[in-house]
């Protein structure tokens, strides 16, 4: 009836709500002048009458300019958490990649519950992404970018001045943002973040060693002396890798010792990134290839247009990225056929780790595009996608919340298993190439039948879900 959509309606789940963010000013360390400029913005919120009587106007938005690590999302949170208003938070770079195409709708959806769960902080990760100068990017990823961009500063002017939903958005490059973001009534104040010297080295480590059984002695000046150009959060993990060394040792309280052996630690990581081995450049090469191989297969993703493991500013390993039929995409007629692909190319990396160097010897390298698959195959599902629930309005419900997670999963399973036997298949299918290519011609019999072989292969080749 009625009276239930409605109801259903009214619970809808927040796709971009984060829940129980509880990080205050205190949680943030070393970023002084910074903390004042961001003391003001939670004013906007407990304040805003005053501000608006007194004529003042409230910015629409605050960028936060800085490099990955120093704690810009920690500050976005805090502002949220010391308002005590609700925090919503996306990167930009899903607005371009989970769905291909559908950037411009989600920005909207981001919004639209912002809205309803006002006064919040909308936090937006990495805004380079999908904020560089229009007409800069050549080629149908940028009429994708622009599509979203373009929703993303209709929704921003249209909280100008209102102060019931400010955003706060984090890059790395703000030199090459569209102008059109940072106009008055946008992201007008530019704050920028940082690496943190020396004291405040010290003060980071000394606010993540408050939960900690440190020594009493411990010589924080020492381990900050060590770790020049780090960041809070490699600092961060410092003191968890010398928890963990502790505990290792069965000691009680951790030392200076523990914490410049994990400070060196930290350090080789970084290096590592820096100077990949032949083997990392191995496994990075599989993991991209694997998911071109595997869009290679289907209708929608098939027009592979770059693929690169060269390193990138920001934090990607590598990139795929596929040409795409924008009309389709933009007006939200994927299929859901489509959306399965998409999420199969997502899982490729993992099942190709598993094809090439076996279940035992899995790396890490996929997690990234694992959680990209998760969290479409939950977007999948709440959007009344899987054949199970299709139409159902009171799937909507929050105490269905684990039915969700567990569709989800027997989406994400099925997803998996077709890119196995995807990848599979591409690899029979190139050996059997090279096969044809070494037979002489004289055995035109043999020839055929492989060719015969092939074809069928071809056919068989998996198409639904
Ligand atoms: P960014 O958004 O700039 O990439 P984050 O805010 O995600 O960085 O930082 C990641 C983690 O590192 C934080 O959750 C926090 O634990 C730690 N961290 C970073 N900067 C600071 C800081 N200034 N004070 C305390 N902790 C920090």
């Keep these: 009836s009625g009276a239930r959509v409605r109801r259903a309606h009214s619970k809808k789940l927040p796709q971009f709500l984060e829940r129980g963010v509880d990080v205050k000013f205190s949680d943030v360390a070393g970023l002084g002048k910074i903390r004042l400029e961001l003391e003001e913005v939670v004013k906007f919120f407990t304040h805003g009458e005053m501000y608006r009587r007194r004529g003042v106007k409230i910015p629409g938005g605050i960028l936060l300019c800085g490099p990955p690590g120093v704690g810009k999302t920690l500050l976005a949170k805090a502002v949220a958490g010391e308002a005590g208003v609700n925090f919503f938070s996306i990167s930009a770079s899903q607005f371009v990649e989970i769905y291909v195409g559908v950037g411009a709708s989600r920005v909207r959806a981001l919004y639209q519950e912002a809205k309803e769960n006002a006064p919040s902080v909308v936090f937006i990760d990495e805004l380079d992404a999908v904020g560089r100068e229009r007409g800069l990017i050549k080629g149908s990823g940028g009429q994708e970018r622009d599509a979203t961009l373009n929703q993303l500063l209709v929704c921003l002017d249209g909280f100008e001045g209102k102060g019931e939903v400010i955003t706060i958005a984090a890059t790395n490059r703000p030199d090459i ?68 060394n502790m505990m ?43 998911m071109a191989v595997v869009a290679a297969n289907f209708s929608d993703l098939k027009n592979i247009e770059f693929i690169t493991i060269s390193p990138r500013a920001g934090r ?65 599902v709440l959007g009344g996608l899987s054949e ?71 056919q068989r080749a998996p198409q639904d879900y």
Excluded at 203 to 231: C, F, N, Q, W
Excluded at 403 to 432: G, H, T
């Design 177 to 244: 943002l569209d102008p059109a973001l940072v106009r008055p009534g946008r992201f007008d104040r530019k704050i920028f973040v940082p690496k943190p010297g020396i004291i405040g080295r010290i003060e980071i480590l000394k606010v993540h060693a408050r939960k900690k059984p440190m020594a009493e002695d411990v010589d924080y000046m020492a381990v900050a002396s060590m770790t020049e150009g780090m960041v809070g959060a490699e600092l961060a993990n410092i003191i968890e890798v010398a928890a963990i």
């Design 248 to 290: 290792r040792d069965g000691r009680s309280e951790i030392t200076t010792d523990d914490l410049l052996q994990a400070a060196q630690i930290e350090e080789r990581g970084t290096l590592d990134r820096k100077d990949r081995s032949t083997e990392m450049w191995r496994q990075l090469a599989l993991n991209e290839a694997s």
């Design 316 to 380: 990607e390993l590598g990139y795929v990225r596929v040409k795409m039929d924008h009309v389709k995409f933009n007006s939200g007629m994927l299929s859901r056929q489509s959306l399965l692909d998409h999420i199969t190319v997502q899982v490729a990396p993992r099942a190709a780790d598993e094809i090439w160097y076996g279940e035992d010897k899995l790396s890490t390298i996929w997690a990234e595009t694992g959680d990209n698959a998760r969290s479409a195959a939950r977007a999948f």
């Design 388 to 458: 199970k629930h299709h139409g159902l309005a009171d799937f909507w419900v929050a105490d269905r919340l684990n039915e969700i997670d567990l569709e989800a999963l027997r989406i994400l399973n099925m997803c998996y298993d077709r890119a196995k036997e995807v990848s599979l298949y591409a690899w029979q299918v190139f050996q059997l190439k090279l096969l044809l290519n070494r037979i002489p011609l004289h055995s035109l019999k043999i020839r055929i039948a492989i060719q015969e072989a092939f074809d069928k292969r071809h």
